[in-house]
């Protein structure tokens, strides 16, 4: 099945996980996220770990890739912000790619409004600890998008965060 | 109580090239270039309650590997949570070592809030299938192949000495050599 041709967001995103070889997706949902693990569990090739805290997340996704996978964490904006010591502590300090899949709860396609002051400061503190990312684009080749990312991941051997929106998963 | 090093020693003669081993900052890690160790060790020297989910990841990663997780009671105590998600993953390959002094060894020997934490009754609250407590050398050595020979979530808490004279060495590796050298064949 070509990329174009999938129904959803959703089914793009994960199509791009598949095609980059992740082997391992370990999540603490939230809404948004919650419906792209759905997704992943209907992978053949991707096992989804439920994790009941963002940064054991990112620690297991670094366990599949030291081991020789690879790992992806997908997560709300709320919890990345759990995730500083994790990031510098392990990711940063052992130099081990990373790939984040982070809802951005709070933007301005964001309708609760209770998320706003999550997505007030969700770019700003990514620039901070200095995390590259990307805004997905639904608009474009969503798989793609997802692939750029875990390769730049791979070749920095460090974190890349794709920010998506509910309405990329529709 | 036994000190770390013996049941530390005990415990990395007990491991093959088959195995792997993830270390928790502090003590174990600053032991370990020390000791002869047979399997792929990672050894952390930071990110305190990380080797557990590390373990976790490598074990669901590595389903022919045996992975042994060594945590100390200040890390887990940070993230107790952690053991539901293993539960949750039932790996039939991971063994978490315990180690339980009371202390934050490694940061200065101060003691843990002063709450009488049951980690067995808590581990097994969390789901975990397999869990012993271990108070001495001889006790390890049984308890570890009865882990291992589990096929199922496993946890050994241990009690361990503290002694905050107790002569540790100092960290030996840096973390891009720890993560160059390690790999599982």
Not at chain 2, 128 to 146: K, N, Q, S, T, Y
């Amino acid at each position: 099945m070509s990329a174009t041709s999938l129904r959803s967001g959703a089914q793009r995103v994960v199509a791009g996980l598949e095609a980059a070889g992740v082997t391992l997706a370990a999540s603490v949902p939230d809404t948004w996220i919650g419906k792209l693990m759905a997704t992943v569990r209907a992978s053949r090739t991707i096992r989804a770990v439920d994790a009941a805290r963002e940064e054991e997340a990112v620690a297991i996704a670094c366990g599949a890739a030291l081991a020789g996978g690879r790992g992806a964490v997908l997560i709300q904006n709320a919890g990345l912000f759990n995730c500083g010591g994790v990031l510098a502590g392990l990711v940063d300090l052992y130099r081990i790619p990373c790939f984040f899949i982070v809802s951005y709860r709070g933007d301005r396609r964001d309708p609760v409004y209770y998320h706003e002051p999550k997505g007030r400061v969700t770019e700003p503190t990514l620039a901070a600890w200095q995390l590259p990312y990307a805004i997905a684009d639904r608009t474009g080749d969503l798989t793609a998008q997802v692939g750029r990312g875990i390769e730049a991941a791979e070749k920095s051997r460090g974190p890349f965060v794709l920010l998506i929106s509910g309405e990329d998963l529709e | 109580m036994t000190a770390r090093k013996l049941l530390l020693e005990a415990l990395v003669g007990m491991l093959g090239p088959d195995d792997v081993l993830v270390s928790c900052l502090g003590a174990n890690s600053r032991y370990l270039p020390h000791l002869d160790v047979r399997a792929p060790a990672f050894a952390l020297c930071d990110s305190m309650g990380a080797a557990i989910p590390l373990a976790l990841g490598m074990a669901l990663q590595r389903p022919d590997r045996h992975v042994v997780a060594l945590e100390g009671d200040g890390s887990l105590l940070m993230c107790p949570n952690v053991l539901a998600t293993v539960a949750a993953a039932h790996p039939s390959n991971l063994t978490a070592l315990l180690w339980v002094n009371g202390h934050y060894e490694s940061s200065g020997g101060q003691e843990l809030p002063a709450a009488p934490v049951d980690w067995t009754s808590l581990a097994k609250g969390f789901g975990i299938a397999h869990v012993e407590r271990v108070g001495d050398l001889p006790g390890l050595c049984a308890a570890f192949p009865r882990a291992r020979a589990a096929k199922a979530p496993a946890l050994l808490v241990v009690d361990v000495a503290f002694d905050p004279n107790e002569p540790i060495p100092p960290y030996s590796e840096r973390p891009d050599e720890i993560r160059a050298r390690f790999r599982i064949a």
